[in-house]
């Protein structure tokens, strides 16, 4: 596959995004800014167009910021967005960022491979399920991967590299190529329920969770103690809070049904997702983001 360098490492020429959303919309800067042309697919014209709005917003920001030089037009030059999977055609790498649901992944994922070039690369932005599992859905497995990148992208420094049990020795050392090539670290871990940072984040975010709920303390006063104390850059309750209630409930059930009950999310968790209270994304979660 042709490639384009970044310093002494090399991403795929052309890289798809399948959803551009918050998080595909990161990927996709960040391959951007690695030299990538990039192809979002999205399930709809408006989708499409929202898709886009994110990624140029996000690219307008690297530029204010001096993160890079030149100017939009040029950098979004590189972005094209679609609704026709048969886009992802000439890419040498897609990455899939649809909604952390199993049967919506497995199935996106089938009907990408589909498309794509016998040697091309296919990987999941999954940031619980089992990369295996998902593997045994596809024709060729040993050419999959995991890519848990984090939210958000352009600002986080980590990608998780998760290897299925069948993906081949030549697309691990790929995988950290590229995030080397994006300007981040890449920590390679097997596929297994949460992979290493979603069950460590989630189990410390459900004990947060737990103090509030018993009154122990104010959800400030916790995220203070982890930020200060345990030097976090964001405390555990804030996280949830960038993440989504409702991403975190779904992670968190997931993992009580692998590793047991010590993931069991706590009914405040519940309650919160069943009123609407997902986070910065509407507003209210654990603190208020409307101020």
């Known amino acids: 596959m042709n490639a384009v360098t970044n310093g002494s490492a090399a991403v795929p020429a052309k890289v798809g995004v399948l959803g551009g959303g918050r998080m595909g919309a990161g990927i996709a800067h960040a391959f951007i800014l690695a030299g990538a042309e990039v192809v979002v697919v999205e399930r709809d ?5 929202g898709a886009r709005e994110r990624v140029e917003g996000s690219l307008a920001k690297s530029l204010e910021r001096g993160a890079v030089d030149g100017n939009l037009d040029v950098w979004a030059r590189r972005l094209a967005v679609s609704t026709d999977y048969a886009d992802f055609a000439s890419c040498g790498l897609v990455v899939e960022a649809v909604p952390e649901d199993f049967e919506l992944k497995a199935a996106a994922l089938k009907d990408v491979e589909e498309q794509l070039a016998p040697a091309a690369w296919l990987a999941t932005n999954t940031s ?3 990369v295996t599992r998902l593997a045994e859905t596809l024709q060729r497995p040993a050419n999959f991967c995991g890519l848990h990148f984090f939210n958000p992208v352009p600002a986080s420094l980590l990608v998780e590299v998760v290897l299925a ?6 697309l691990a050392a790929a995988a950290k190529a590229w995030v080397e090539a994006l300007g981040k670290t ?12 979603s069950r460590l984040g989630v ?3 459900l004990e947060a969770m737990r103090m509030v709920e018993e009154g122990v303390a104010s959800a400030e006063d916790i995220d203070a ?4 104390g345990y030097k976090h850059p964001v405390g555990p309750l804030k996280t949830t809070d960038i993440v ?3 991403v975190r409930l779904g992670i968190a059930e997931y993992l009580a049904a692998t590793l047991g009950e010590r993931f069991a999310p706590p009914q405040i968790l519940r309650d919160k997702v069943a009123r609407g209270e997902l986070g ?5 979660g654990f603190f208020d983001w409307q101020e």
């Open 165 to 170: 049990e069948e993906t081949s020795p030549e």
């Open 203 to 205: 189990a410390i975010a």
């Open 128 to 130: 619980s399920l089992s």
């Open 45 to 49: 014209e408006q989708a499409a167009a």
């Open 186 to 197: 890449a920590v390679v871990v097997h596929d297994a329920p949460g992979f290493a940072s």
């Open 225 to 228: 103690a982890m930020v200060l």
């Open 244 to 246: 989504g209630l409702d």
């Open 280 to 284: 910065r994304k509407t507003g209210k």
